[in-house]
T-cell receptor
Framework: SQQGEEDPQALSIQEGENATMNCSYKTSINNLQWYRQNSGRGLVHLILIRSNEREKHSGRLRVTLDTSKKSSSLLITASRAADTASYFCATDYGNNRLAFGKGNQVVVIP | NAGVTQTPKFQVLKTGQSMTLQCAQD?????MSWYRQDPGMGLRLIHY???????DQGEVPNGYNVSRSTTEDFPLRLLSAAPSQTSVYFC?????????????FGNGTRLTVT
């Protein structure tokens, strides 16, 4: 299996600022997904980008995918205190089997 | 819809005990899976199922059994608990068994093995 790896591991920003996280992976993928996890809860799906897509938007989220560099980025614009969470990238290596990165802790300071 | 429901929320076991973690979904999803989440290691796939009667191993299947007799339920059995199985366990489901669809997660079961 392959593991996504997020960078940076922890991020602390002021409310209203943008937050950017990067994810790298090792082998070819079908798609790449980003999830959010609030403390003590399950993961919530944010966005899925397929291997033939380069950019995708959903509300304040923007995801890019560069398959030549095997990397993806997640941008959260105009952050809010409610965005405080851990963010995970996950690569689909077939049949919905996801390989997750170690996660990115984001703290948004009001 | 309740989504994915996991029980219990917390469990403490002694080494060698067995137990079953329950998972049920009411979305008629074909695909279900179990992950464990350990500090600093992200989530790792234990077992998955693409439909009733069909199961397969994930990345870390040793020490765990699964079965899928109905579309709705996908229990995870620990045969003889070990301290290394102390973790948070998440069940997830998806409408597509072929991939390319998001996973819906339960809220997890926090298991401690002493």
């Amino acid at each position: 299996s392959q593991q996504g790896e997020e960078d940076p591991q922890a991020l602390s920003i002021q409310e209203g600022e943008n937050a950017t996280m990067n994810c790298s992976y090792k082998t070819s993928i079908n798609n790449l997904q980003w999830y959010r996890q609030n403390s003590g809860r399950g993961l919530v799906h944010l966005i899925l980008i397929r291997s033939n897509e380069r950019e995708k938007h959903s509300g304040r989220l923007r995801v890019t995918l560069d398959t030549s560099k095997k990397s993806s980025s997640l941008l959260i614009t105009a952050s809010r205190a409610a965005d405080t969470a851990s963010y995970f990238c996950a690569t689909d290596y077939g049949n919905n089997r996801l390989a997750f990165g170690k996660g990115n802790q984001v703290v948004v300071i009001p | 819809n309740a989504g994915v429901t996991q029980t219990p929320k917390f469990q403490v076991l002694k080494t060698g005990q067995s137990m079953t973690l329950q998972c049920a979904q009411d979305m008629n999803h074909e695909y279900m899976s179990w992950y464990r989440q350990d500090p600093g290691m992200g989530l790792r796939l234990i077992h998955y199922s693409v439909g009733a009667g069909i199961t397969d191993q994930g990345e870390v299947p040793n020490g765990y059994n699964v079965s899928r007799s109905t579309t709705e339920d996908f229990p995870l059995r620990l045969l003889s608990a070990a301290p290394s199985q102390t973790s948070v366990y998440f069940c997830a489901s998806s409408y597509s068994k072929g991939g390319g669809s998001p996973l819906h997660f339960g809220n997890g079961t926090r298991l401690t093995v002493t």
